[in-house]
């Protein structure tokens, strides 16, 4: 290194101002004896002393690019430059402002400002813009993207990435247009954000303009070829044949293939992307298609629902539920179903509630009973508030054993009494309508566990447990309907039966199963 070098180097050192700028800048340019080096330079140039230097903040915004200004958050320092008169600041400020502002007139004012400066290639954007009758801003773009300073390929991906994260929709409308229509090097880069924006806008479920088809499916492409799971899921679902929330399948692929898709949606489904499943499953269940097939469609929806997605749990349940025979197959039902309605599925809420029959009276005076009865009579209390949460009837409410009933999503009521007609009758699932109601059946069936209470073994216990019950219902004054369900028998049995419990509830049972 030259005897003068060492010199500016060590007065830079030093704070010298001068140097400090100096020195930077050679270093970001890699000249006059100096390597480029960007992180180096832009230590020099970044000094706390320089933090109010419009000279330090011009060479910055004037020697790099606006996308690596961008991704090196430095739009703070490229407004300063803008401010101190810098031509090139302005462009690419105005550049910016273009992207990521509704309002396009901030960004003309740039322009303004900059071909004000002599800056030529601002000339140019006002020219076209003013020229042009559509997608004025668009036209104005066009004329920059072929700059190295501008690097709009990387300006666009790192806007749209992100606007995406910080969940901007209409930011992110607007940035697809740009990314898909302006003529921008289809980097890596770009295309990953690119699917990434078009997966949020799905899962969103927001529509878009019509854009370039073709380069939209080149794009997916490119990020299929990547093992993009996004991507895949994306043109999965487009090849067969189902429509996206922000385009119909056929914009996005030349035809329908639905083999191809299958296997894209695989790929997708691997990699852990539970609509996949879903999807795989419609496809499937579809008796037209080519690769229409029952056994695996019934497959796709139980790993659709293992994965956690809501509309396969309700399905899987509500298909179940539909053809149950036993209650071994009610409570797989009852499962999922609580499953999607604890993920807000209210189509499931719905079907869940038509299992609990309803009790009379208000909860706030069934509570002040039960509150009364806890101090006296705290096995009664238990039984009583199990019976107003689960809609029991007076029998199940006497004879139902809490401790083995119990289930992650409520309760199963069934007898174990002498009378074989009497247990044949019993068994009923239940699922609990709120969190509360679970949490209060875990603590009943810890205390019924630790006072060593079963099942009713013969009916002389059971007829000591009703009498119990009325005494205690009678010296509180209260009408039993309160706790217990008043229905016909054919109510109840027709919760016994799946084909009977559909029947009454299949308006919501056809929504819920509804591909």
């Given at each position: 290194?030259?005897?003068?070098?060492?010199?500016?180097?060590?007065?830079?050192?030093?704070?010298?101002?001068?140097?400090?700028c100096?020195?930077?800048?050679?270093?970001?340019?890699?000249?006059?004896?100096?390597?480029?080096?960007?992180?180096?330079?832009?230590?020099?140039?970044?000094?706390?002393?320089l933090?109010?230097?419009?000279?330090?903040?011009?060479?910055?915004?004037e020697?790099?690019?606006?996308?690596e200004?961008?991704r090196?958050?430095?739009?703070?320092?490229?407004?300063?430059?803008?401010?101190?008169?810098?031509?090139?600041?302005?462009?690419?400020?105005?550049?910016?402002?273009?992207?990521?502002?509704?309002?396009?007139?901030?960004?003309?004012?740039?322009?303004?400002?900059?071909?004000?400066?002599?800056?030529?290639?601002?000339?140019?954007?006002?020219?076209?813009f003013?020229?042009?009758?559509?997608?004025?801003?668009?036209?104005?773009?066009?004329?920059?993207?072929?700059?190295?300073?501008v690097?709009a390929?990387?300006?666009?991906?790192?806007?749209?990435?992100?606007?995406?994260?910080?969940?901007?929709?209409?930011?992110?409308?607007?940035?697809?247009?740009?990314?898909?229509?302006?003529?921008?090097?289809?980097?890596?880069?770009?295309?990953?954000?690119?699917c990434?924006?078009?997966?949020?806008?799905?899962?969103?479920?927001?529509?878009?303009?019509?854009?370039?088809?073709?380069?939209?499916?080149?794009?997916?492409?490119?990020?299929?070829?990547?093992?993009?799971?996004?991507?895949?899921?994306?043109?999965?679902?487009?090849?067969?044949?189902?429509?996206?929330?922000?385009?119909?399948?056929?914009?996005?692929?030349?035809?329908?293939?639905?083999?191809?898709?299958?296997?894209?949606?695989?790929?997708?489904?691997?990699?852990?992307?539970?609509?996949?499943?879903?999807?795989?499953?419609?496809?499937?269940?579809?008796?037209?298609?080519?690769?229409?097939?029952?056994?695996?469609?019934?497959?796709?929806?139980?790993k659709?629902?293992?994965?956690?997605?809501?509309?396969?749990?309700?399905?899987?349940?509500?298909?179940?539920?539909?053809?149950?025979i036993?209650?071994?197959?009610?409570?797989?039902?009852?499962?999922?179903?609580?499953?999607?309605?604890?993920?807000?599925?209210?189509?499931?809420?719905?079907?869940?509630?038509?299992?609990?029959?309803?009790?009379?009276?208000?909860?706030?005076?069934?509570?002040r009973?039960?509150?009364?009865?806890?101090?006296?009579?705290?096995?009664?209390?238990?039984?009583?508030?199990?019976?107003?949460?689960?809609?029991?009837?007076?029998?199940?409410?006497t004879?139902?054993?809490?401790?083995?009933?119990?289930?992650?999503?409520?309760?199963?009521v069934?007898?174990?009494?002498?009378?074989?007609?009497?247990?044949?009758?019993?068994?009923?699932?239940?699922?609990?309508?709120?969190?509360?109601?679970l949490?209060?059946?875990?603590?009943?069936?810890?205390?019924?566990?630790?006072?060593?209470?079963?099942?009713?073994?013969?009916?002389?216990?059971?007829?000591?447990?009703?009498?119990?019950?009325?005494?205690?219902?009678?010296?509180?004054?209260?009408?039993?309907?309160?706790?217990?369900?008043?229905?016909?028998?054919?109510?109840?049995?027709?919760?016994?039966?799946?084909?009977?419990?559909?029947?009454?509830?299949?308006?919501?049972l056809?929504?819920?199963?509804?591909?």
């Open positions: 290194m030259r005897r003068q070098d060492v010199q500016l180097l060590a007065l830079a050192r030093q704070g010298d101002h001068d140097a400090l100096e020195v930077g800048k050679r270093y970001l340019l890699g000249h006059q004896g100096f390597s480029q080096y960007t992180d180096l330079g832009l230590k020099y140039l970044t000094h706390p002393s933090v109010t230097s419009e000279r330090s903040a011009v060479i910055v915004a020697a790099l690019p606006l996308g200004l961008v090196r958050d430095m739009l703070i320092v490229l407004a300063s430059a803008a401010n101190a008169g810098s031509a090139p600041a302005c462009l690419k400020l105005g550049v910016w402002r273009s992207l990521t502002q509704h309002d396009e007139e901030q960004a003309l004012e740039l322009w303004r400002q900059a071909a004000s400066y002599g800056c030529e290639a601002a000339s140019f954007a006002l020219s076209a003013e020229g042009s009758d559509e997608r004025r801003l668009m036209a104005a773009l066009s004329t920059l993207v072929g700059r190295a300073d690097a390929g990387n300006t666009v991906a790192y806007a749209l990435s992100l606007a995406t994260r910080a969940e901007d929709v209409a930011l992110v409308v607007h940035l697809l247009d740009f990314a898909v229509t302006l003529s921008l090097e289809r980097t890596a880069q770009l295309c990953e954000v690119v990434e924006s078009l997966a949020f806008l799905q899962r969103n479920r927001v529509s878009l303009p019509a854009l370039d088809s073709v380069r939209l499916h080149s794009m997916l492409e490119d990020c299929v070829r990547r093992r993009n799971a996004e991507a895949a899921l994306l043109l999965g679902r487009a090849y067969c044949g189902i429509d996206t929330a922000f385009a119909q399948s056929s914009s996005l692929v030349p035809k329908r293939n639905l083999r191809g898709g299958t296997a894209l949606l695989l790929r997708a489904a691997d990699a852990g992307l539970g609509e996949a499943w879903l999807l795989l499953y419609r496809v499937h269940a579809d008796g037209q298609g080519s690769v229409a097939n029952p056994q695996a469609a019934i497959f796709f929806l139980e659709a629902a293992a994965s956690g997605n809501a509309n396969a749990q309700r399905q899987l349940g509500a298909m179940i539920l539909k053809s149950a036993d209650i071994a197959e009610f409570e797989l039902g009852l499962h999922w179903m609580s499953q999607a309605a604890g993920q807000g599925d209210s189509i499931a809420m719905s079907l869940l509630q038509s299992f609990v029959l309803p009790v009379q009276g208000s909860d706030e005076d069934a509570q009973v039960i509150d009364s009865l806890v101090r006296v009579d705290p096995w009664a209390a238990h039984r009583l508030r199990i019976s107003r949460h689960f809609g029991l009837t007076k029998t199940e409410a004879c139902v054993d809490v401790v083995s009933g119990v289930r992650s999503w409520g309760l199963v069934s007898s174990d009494a002498a009378d074989h007609r009497l247990r044949s009758r019993f068994c009923r699932a239940i699922p609990a309508l709120q969190n509360r109601f949490e209060n059946l875990r603590e009943s069936a810890e205390f019924f566990r630790l006072a060593g209470e079963g099942a009713v073994h013969s009916n002389v216990d059971r007829r000591q447990r009703v009498k119990k019950l009325n005494y205690r219902l009678d010296r509180s004054d209260v009408n039993e309907s309160m706790f217990f369900a008043q229905v016909q028998t054919a109510t109840l049995a027709s919760l016994r039966q799946g084909s009977s419990w559909a029947h009454g509830v299949r308006q919501t056809h929504t819920a199963i509804a591909i």
